[in-house]
């Protein structure tokens, strides 16, 4: 699953996967990023983790200072090079979203959306410390998930995806209660509020959730001055 990213969803192929989102979808994915922006200031540097083929870096760069956007995929980094060459407050980096290479109080917001908690396949407690350790003090990490209610519209986008070819059939047996599967191996979990509040108390943080346009849902860490 680690390699699904970096291959067969990377580049143009993730692009297309935006393409084909549905109106619904769309307002999803703006509700989120706006979410997102509201949490910035002008003075800001911001990394944000899996920005893969660089979908969301020209409107965090419109609002912050600097922008890095971390991806494990070199392709999809390559394509967000070429479509950003114009923006000089972009920088982009190939990482593992839970061993960034990036000193500690370093950002003051990190953006982990798009369901990254769950879409990275890697611990979530390590990704969100390695979120924490990078932030400032008094900064915050933000990790987005799928809210419940927005099951049906996102089950239907995962469809369309499959029937491109660019996700694997899915296994309606084993797809449900907020976890779609494919007959290709791939997994798409969620986070639900008490997942957050497990999570970030089992590594002495604390919590504070969002839901956002009925879609998302929002878990903001401020790290302790």
């Not at 949490?39 to 965090?60: H, I, K, M, T």
Request: some cysteine.
């Amino acid at each position: 699953m680690s390699g699904y990213y970096d291959d067969k969803l990377a580049a143009a192929r993730l692009r297309r996967v935006y393409e084909l989102a549905s109106p619904r979808v769309r307002q999803y994915l703006d509700a989120e990023l706006e979410y997102v922006l509201s949490r910035l200031g002008p003075g800001d540097v911001v990394l944000e983790l899996g920005c893969g083929y660089g979908r969301a870096l020209p409107a965090l760069a419109c609002k912050a200072r600097l922008v890095v956007g971390v991806d494990t995929s070199f392709a999809s980094l390559a394509l967000a090079r070429d479509e950003l060459v114009a923006c000089d407050k972009v920088r982009l980096v190939q990482a593992d979203a839970v061993n960034l290479g990036i000193r500690g109080d370093a950002v003051d917001v990190v953006a982990c959306i798009q369901n990254g908690i769950s879409a990275f396949h890697v611990d979530p407690a390590e990704l969100m410390a390695e979120s924490v350790r990078v932030t400032r003090p008094g900064g915050v990490a933000l990790f987005s998930s799928y809210a419940e209610a927005f099951w049906e519209e996102r089950l239907a986008w995962f469809e369309a995806q499959a029937a491109e070819g660019l996700l694997g059939e899915i296994d309606y047996e084993r797809t449900g209660d907020g976890t779609i599967v494919c007959k290709d191996g791939f997994t798409a979990t969620t986070f639900a509020p008490e997942d957050f509040k497990t999570l970030a108390s089992s590594l002495g943080l604390k919590a504070a959730l969002a839901e956002v346009d009925g879609s998302s849902l929002f878990c903001e860490i401020v790290k302790r001055r």
